[in-house]
């Protein structure tokens, strides 16, 4: 179980679950559905010349068709290029992998105050009584949306 705490530069913290790596991905993908930004993608760079083939032409396009074909005369046509806009900048590919999670880590985090995520049930209690993050006076609702979303999920009791 991961247990994710969002805490806005404004407005009041939320928190959230997932099951696993690949629940919390599905739901980054799904809250980042609106966003023309790519999370994360893995292709070749003779993929990608054949899709902007067909696509109107733009400024940008230009762009990322000039640095695709030098991809592909350094490292070749056919080799693996991995894209992670919220780790990479828009419309950068490069040959060393990425992991997908973390750019999903990196999404969710992108434009907040604060982003915590923990792996375990003991985790995200620990914090919630020793990380001074969850104060619970001076940081009462970030305190707040963890405690809650703890309860909802029958970690630990309402003992107010």
Known sequence: MLYVVEVPHEGRA???FAFDKEDFMR???????????????STTAREQLERLAA????PALAAEQAL???LAEQHGLDTVLYRADPLLG?????????????ACI????KGL???????????AVNALY?????????????????????IAMEVITDDL
Request: charged share 25%; glycine share 2%; hydrophobic share 40%.
């Open 113 to 123: 105050k604060v982003c915590r995520i923990y792996g375990s049930e003991t985790a």
């Open 68 to 70: 695709l074909q030098s």
């Open 130 to 150: 020793s990380d001074p993050i969850y104060d619970p006076v001076d940081e009462f609702y970030t305190h707040m949306a963890l405690r809650e979303q703890l």
């Open 14 to 16: 939320k928190s959230w």
């Open 90 to 102: 828009n419309a950068v590919y490069q040959t060393e992998a990425i992991d997908e999670f973390d």
């Open 27 to 41: 739901k980054v993908y799904a809250t980042q559905a609106d966003s023309n930004e790519v999370i994360f993608a």
């Open 106 to 109: 990196t999404a969710i985090a």
């Open 55 to 58: 696509a109107t032409d733009s």
